[in-house]
């Protein structure tokens, strides 16, 4: 069964930086590209960055780019966002994905003072 | 960014109807590989999105053939064939076409 599990969330003051953690199994983690996407508090879902299987590609979007970081480590199964930079506009759901049709429960990541 | 637009942004329905969602997109989908990557996904309050359709039309593992997709190019229909309590929550579509990857607004179903 396929399982994606977040964790590294939490309260963080603005300009301040927070690294998310998404520990995969059930699936050959190395084999596929992932994703983070966000869900801000009673908004809708939004796309954050995308890495290619082997690590060698990534994308992000326009907001996140130059502060945030996608990285995974094919031997531990785990897919990494390092935050940098902080605004209370990240305040979010982050959640991990395969392909969109697999998701981890989220983690709450709150930016304020 | 494509933009995709659903509509209704509320649907109220009773159990056993049948309803659409909508959902347009400000330009083809259509890959230049042939396939079109438009998804549609549920989020049942308090959790996390589950995959409904993939490809348009194709149904995931798993979910009830009351469930129906279709469309092409910049047009396209979500369906459900009789409402069960179950089905309640938002529905988003998205599509993956062009990047950067992109989410409708969501369409709130609800009990009527």
């Known amino acids: 069964e396929v399982q994606l599990v977040e964790s590294g969330g939490g309260l963080v003051q603005p300009g301040r930086s927070m690294k998310l953690s998404c520990a995969a199994s059930?699936?050959?983690?190395?084999?596929?590209?992932m994703a983070w996407v966000r869900q801000a508090p009673t908004k809708g879902l939004e796309w954050v960055a995308t890495?290619?299987?082997?690590?060698?590609?990534?994308y992000y979007r326009d907001s996140v780019k130059g502060r945030f970081t996608i990285s995974r480590d094919n031997a531990k199964s785990t897919l990494y966002l390092q935050m940098n930079s902080l605004r209370s506009e990240d305040t979010a759901t982050y959640y991990c994905?395969?392909?969109?049709?697999?998701w981890g429960q989220g983690t709450l990541v709150t930016v304020s003072s | 960014d494509v933009v995709l637009t659903q509509t209704p942004p509320t649907l109220l329905a009773t159990i056993g109807q049948s309803v659409s969602i909508s959902c347009r997109s400000s330009?083809?989908?259509?890959?230049?590989?042939?396939?079109?990557?438009l998804n549609w996904l549920l989020q049942r309050t308090g959790q996390s999105p589950q995959p409904l359709i993939y490809l348009v039309s194709k149904l995931e593992s798993g979910v009830p053939n009351r469930f129906s997709g279709s469309g092409s190019g910049t047009d396209f229909t979500l369906k459900i064939s009789g409402v069960e309590a179950e089905d309640l929550g938002v529905y988003y579509c998205m599509q993956f076409t062009h990047y950067p990857d992109t989410f409708g607004a969501g369409t709130k179903l609800e009990l009527k």
């Open positions: 890495i290619s299987y082997d690590g060698s590609s990534t």
């Open positions: 994905t395969r392909g969109f049709a697999y």
């Open positions: 059930g699936f050959t983690f190395s084999n596929y590209g």
């Open positions: 330009q083809s989908l259509l890959h230049s590989n042939g396939n079109t990557y």
